[in-house]
């Protein structure tokens, strides 16, 4: 499959430092992104760690680049000590307890909307969807792409959930688009995502109810693959690997079938991120408070899960 992204939304900025693994090896990217190929599954696993809240602000964004730019020149293997070692699976994840990723940056948001700054905004929702497209599409590779959601799962950290080709969640997740309850909507490939998954009524429920689901109710949906005790999203997906084996190379195949026949062109995405920024140059002051008040929420969440 050709991939149309266009060039550089963000600077690459980061070269990633290796160390040695019992089970593979590590890549630090920078603080706010880990890198581990487990040679045991053959999955690699990125698990973000956003500052100051759990987000995709713009210093991450470029550092999942950096790491996508990383895979797509891999060919699916890597050097693991001086032993080459194929890559099946691409895990994404959180390094935030409590937290898979609340979404878009609301912070900056808010910013670039009082600034009138209609660059910035879609500046922001270009390297948004670049990353996430790479990972839609598979990052042009044989390889099957997971989710393990724990936590809380908003917004634009639900868009990242469903850009994978299979979503395992913790009984303890919960899932929701908040966008609505400020005059919004998630403009970063939700729609896109959610209708080839479940179909257009359900996408457009789920993404105006303004509700949090568990990961049981987002199951029975079909949005959720496979639901883990807490604490067990890992061994999970160590698990599906496992059962795959057999078939993984079929099953692998699929995936690109799927994508194939549900197939989303980027400028899709693009054109969606451009009536988000439409949209969000039209919200009024009482639409920005609303804002600010999840934007606090977001703060007070990520404190408390660091306390905890």
């Known amino acids: 499959m050709e991939m149309h992204v266009p060039s550089a939304v963000l600077e690459v900025r980061h070269v990633p430092a290796r160390q040695p693994l019992a089970t593979g090896v590590a890549f630090r990217f920078s603080p706010q992104l880990q890198v581990h190929y487990d040679k045991d599954t053959r999955a690699i696993w990125s698990r973000w760690l956003p500052e100051p809240r759990p987000c995709f602000n713009p210093a991450l964004l470029a550092d999942i680049r950096a790491y996508y730019d990383f895979l797509g020149t891999s060919n699916a293997r890597i050097d693991c000590y001086g032993e080459e070692r194929a890559i099946e699976y691409v895990v994404l994840a959180s390094a935030t307890p409590g937290v898979f990723n609340l979404g ?14 209609r660059q910035g905004l879609l500046r922001y929702g270009r390297a948004c969807i670049d990353v996430l497209y790479r990972n839609y599409i598979g990052h042009e590779l044989p ?5 393990l959601v724990q936590g809380e799962c908003l917004g634009g950290g639900f868009e990242a959930a469903l850009s994978s080709d299979v979503i395992v969640a913790e009984r303890g997740a919960r899932f929701g688009f ?3 309850l400020f005059n919004l909507f998630p403009g970063m490939g939700a ?3 959610l209708e080839r ?3 257009q009524r359900d996408a457009e429920a789920l993404i105006t109810s303004g509700k949090i689901y568990s990961a049981e109710e987002m199951a029975a949906l079909g949005v959720v693959d496979r639901v ?7 061994a999970e997906v160590a698990a599906l690997i496992r059962d795959r084996s057999r078939s993984r190379t079929a099953l692998a195949a699929l995936a690109t079938v799927r994508r194939r026949v549900h197939r989303i062109e980027f400028s899709e995405l693009l054109e969606i991120v451009q009536i988000w920024v439409d949209s969000a140059l039209r919200l009024t002051p009482r639409d920005l408070k609303l804002m600010q008040r999840l934007v606090s929420r977001q703060n007070g969440l990520n404190e408390s899960h660091q306390i905890h």
Not at 104 to 117: E, N, V, Y
Not at 143 to 147: A, D, E, I, L
Request: hydrophobic share 35%.
């Open 104 to 117: 878009g940056d609301l912070d900056l948001f808010k910013q670039l909307i009082g600034a009138r700054d």
């Open 228 to 234: 883990a005790d807490d604490g067990n999203g890992p």
């Open 178 to 180: 908040p966008e609505i």
């Open 191 to 193: 729609y896109s995502f």
């Open 197 to 199: 998954r479940i179909g």
């Open 143 to 147: 390889v099957t792409t997971v989710s």
